[in-house]
């Protein structure tokens, strides 16, 4: 069983700890929400599995398939069959989109991928995501609107078919449109492919399109509640203070209070709210 098992991890930024004790585990085909204020570490906790250098691992430990993730490079994450879909995915100027995908699907390879084979799968992810086949042609996310960037890191998931998925607000910058085009493609590559999603999203929209199987809410750098759909709702309705007051912690805020921050206080829910009038 391809299972994610996470035990008293600690992590450092610039000598800052941010995590401080995650313990967390998904099951094969299990489709995760990941909730919390911002700036809590769920960010963190999602660039600590992939093996961002910046993040440094002072203890714990991430096992993924029975295989130590923490002893392995980046690339050598992706082979085990890990994926991040980036919050800010960035612009790489100087690399063709196509060139980069075709790169990716054949280091996961041990047969480099036919041209032919590779164009028609390339075509088809497109048309999953609705983009115009032909920017595949322009430099990797140069120029792409936010909707485009973020449907860019969907392609990219649909191509490496990843038995692991971690998306790090992928809805956030979309349209009501967008917003549905991706939360149909992550229900069927959750579906029909059987890989395991770990999601952040502030946006309640997105949860009741994806439908996730079980809820964690990080606070402070830890998980401190793990439910389901009930829980994403109540903290939608009345935000994250009340955790802290039923488990006797601490909330650290920033300037915003948090019980006045719901999951779904954002642009994109007001369009929303539009849009169903």
Known sequence: MKKLVIKDL??????KEILKGVN???????????????????STLFAAIMGNPHYKVTSGSI?????????????????????LAFQNPYEIPGVVSADF??????????????????????????????????????????????????????????LLNPSLAMLDEIDSGLDVD????????????FETQNTSFLVISHYARLF??????????????????????????????DGYEWIGEELGISVEKEDTAMNKVSIGVCGTKEAIKKANK
Do not use: W
């Not at 600690?10 to 000598?15: A, D, L, P, R």
């Not at 094969?28 to 769920?42: D, I, Q, R, S, Y």
């Open 178 to 189: 967008a917003i549905n085009v991706v939360s149909e493609q992550i229900r069927k590559q």
């Open 24 to 42: 967390l585990e998904i099951n094969e085909h299990e489709m995760v929400a990941l909730l919390g204020p911002n700036g809590h570490g769920k």
């Open 101 to 158: 995908y075709k790169s990716a699907l054949n280091a996961r390879s041990d047969t480099k991928v036919s041209l032919y084979k590779f164009y028609k799968q390339l075509e088809n992810a497109c048309a999953e995501v609705k983009i115009p086949f032909e920017m595949v042609n322009r430099m990797l996310n140069e120029g792409f609107s936010g909707g485009e960037k973020k449907r860019n890191e969907i392609l990219q998931m649909i």
């Open 63 to 83: 096992f993924y398939n029975d295989v130590d993730v923490l002893s392995l490079t980046v690339d050598e994450r992706s082979k085990l069959g890990l994926f």
């Open 10 to 15: 600690h992590v450092e930024v610039e000598n």
């Open 208 to 237: 009741t399109l994806i439908k996730p199987t079980k809820a964690y809410v990080m606070i402070n750098g830890r998980i401190v509640k793990e439910g389901n759909e009930e829980l994403i709702s109540k903290i939608d309705k």
